[in-house]
């Protein structure tokens, strides 16, 4: 049986200042399932259609947030701020092109693994745990831009 897929009637935006705003309000108020009206909608919908992929998305995301937290009880926040207060504007694009080798280091190592069709050479380092530091890099970074680093 072949699904049509409909366009939504509601057009939304999706500009980094508003994805910023929808990111805000999520964060400032409690979200409970009456609080959410249409992207509860979607959230079931899609856990629904795909229980496995949005389950280990889930699953995926709190290791993630684990690791995070253990790294950062062993390094503290300065490794990150390369021990500014992240207080003026260069301080900021100092981390954040810190942030950006490291991506940049773990991205490398993708892609030689990748397109010279090797396997991993580093015992306990697989080519997932790349993908999941380049996505960890990436929030950390965000956080940095938000001017929430170290708070």
Do not use: C
Request: charged share 30%.
């Amino acid at each position: 049986m072949t699904e049509v897929l409909k366009e939504s009637s509601k057009k939304v935006s999706y500009s980094p200042e508003s994805t910023q705003k929808r990111a805000k309000k999520m964060v400032n108020k409690k979200i409970t399932h009456e609080t959410i009206n249409e992207d509860k909608t979607i959230v079931q919908q899609m856990e629904e259609e795909w229980p496995q992929m949005t389950a280990e998305f889930r699953r995926l995301q709190r290791e993630q947030y684990e690791l995070f937290l253990h790294k950062q009880h062993d390094y503290g926040p300065g490794n990150i701020s390369v021990g500014s207060q992240l207080q003026t504007p260069e301080e900021v694009k100092l981390s954040l092109t810190g942030l950006w080798f490291r991506m940049n280091d773990k991205l490398q190592r993708v892609k030689t693994l990748l397109m010279g069709d090797r396997t991993n050479a580093v015992k306990g380092e697989p080519l997932e745990d790349a993908f999941l530091d380049v996505s960890n890099y990436g929030i950390m970074a965000t956080i940095v831009k938000n001017g929430k680093w170290g708070k």
